[in-house]
């Protein structure tokens, strides 16, 4: 069993700065559970206690039943893999991997069998007798790989792994590591400040900021549902859009003004708006680009929802086109589609789908709806 659990975890650095506060998770077996959150965020402070680097101040580690606060990295079972590979320059790649099992006195044969199967799942036998000098960026990421798979750990530890390669390189190897993870049916705790690998990379994703967890969720939960601001603004790309806005009620009609703009929350939004003693307030709403239409038929399907949007510059992506302006001052952007007729420098009607527009609290910046 590699479940891993953290309960009430706190680091307090020697300095008295509280890098993590209160952080608690239980991850499951064969689980691949991301750490993001910008920087300083405590992502690798967190990574770096699981791996028994860094004490723990408070709470605990379990790593399956066993309590490993104090238990020395060596023997926790699990295997880190770090950004900058730390590979030895004068050791060949079949060392290089073979090395930390020759330490461990492990027999020649068997050490043997774990590099060439490694090697085999990497692809990266031919290399074996090189010395890393002589790789490219993303054959060295893999011997790093490499070297932590022949320890088959319980459990995958990995720090900004990708970060330093390129672009197209980071596309590649994002796409190995998911299939390295199906592969191996091992529990990976991966450590990021880019959210598009956190998407495309975890089951699971914990998003932190300032030493705090902000959401633990499943991608599609923290795009679709985000629970506060951070977390709204921080998933996503280009980011949701936010703009403060004023709730008010008219029979059963709940709105939100704006400007000069006003738009009618559906029956299920506007009740959460009315539950939370939100009418009369001002709160802040969120709408993510792709939710902003400027087809005519949708314009017409959505009249209670038609605001006007003055755009600035239109970025053709193939696929699809950003309209980047403002609505009433407020930064926006509309992901739309490249058929779109809007040009710069005019005022174009826009209308958002309803159905996707998040509504958060202004002081706790938590979601209403
Ligand atoms: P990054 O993405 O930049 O690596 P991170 O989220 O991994 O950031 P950590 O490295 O965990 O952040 O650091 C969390 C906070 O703890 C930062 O504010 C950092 O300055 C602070 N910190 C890290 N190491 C120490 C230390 N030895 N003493 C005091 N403060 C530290």
């Known amino acids: 069993m590699a479940s891993l ?24 077996d064969k689980e691949f559970v ?12 967190t990574l770096r206690m699981i791996a028994g680097l860094e004490e ?37 790649v079949y060392d290089n991997m073979a090395f930390g099992l020759k330490l461990r ?16 799942i990497l692809s990266i036998e031919s290399l074996l007798d090189r010395r890393p000098k002589a790789l490219s960026g993303g ?75 902000q959401q633990v969720d499943t991608p599609s939960n923290l795009y679709e549902r985000p629970e506060n ?20 009620k008219e029979g059963n009609l709940v709105s939100l003004s704006f400007g000069t703009n006003h738009i009618e929350l559906n029956e299920a939004k506007g009740a959460k708006l009315v539950e939370g003693g939100y009418i009369g307030k001002e709160v802040v709403l969120g709408i993510r680009p792709e939710d902003i239409h400027d087809e005519q038929l949708f314009l017409e399907s959505s009249p209670h929802s038609i605001v006007d949007f003055d755009v600035n510059v239109t970025e053709l992506l193939g696929a699809e086109i950003y309209l980047i302006g403002t609505i009433d001052g407020a930064d926006f952007t509309a992901r739309v589609d490249p058929r779109s007729q809007a040009k710069p420098n005019e005022t174009i009607k826009v ?13 706790t910046e938590k979601v209403i709806t």
């Open 139 to 213: 054959q060295r990421q893999r011997v790093a790989m490499g070297r932590a798979i022949v320890r088959e750990p319980k459990v995958f530890l990995m720090d900004e792994p990708l970060s330093n390669l390129d672009a197209k390189l980071r596309v590649q190897m994002r796409v190995e590591i998911s299939k390295l993870h199906q592969r191996l049916q091992t529990t990976i705790i991966y450590v990021t400040h880019d959210q598009v690998e956190a998407m495309t990379l975890g089951t699971r994703i914990v998003v932190m900021k300032d030493g705090f967890i």
């Open 56 to 92: 723990i101040s408070d709470g605990e580690l379990w790593i399956g039943d066993k309590l490993c606060n104090d238990i020395e990295p060596k023997d926790r079972d699990i295997a880190m893999v770090f950004q900058n590979y730390a590979l030895y320059p004068h050791m060949t």
């Open 34 to 45: 991301i750490f993001v959150g910008p920087s300083g965020c405590g992502k690798s402070t």
């Open 351 to 363: 209308a958002f789908d309803l159905n996707r527009v998040h509504v958060f609290d202004k002081d």
């Open 229 to 248: 601001l951070f977390v709204a603004g921080f998933i996503g790309s280009p980011q949701m859009n936010f703009i403060p806005a004023k709730a008010s």
């Open 5 to 28: 659990s953290l309960k009430n975890v706190r680091k307090v650095y020697p300095n008295g700065f509280v890098a993590v506060n209160d952080f608690n998770l239980d991850i499951e």
């Open 105 to 120: 006195k492990t027999p020649k044969a068997e050490i043997d069998r774990r590099v060439q199967e490694a090697a085999k």
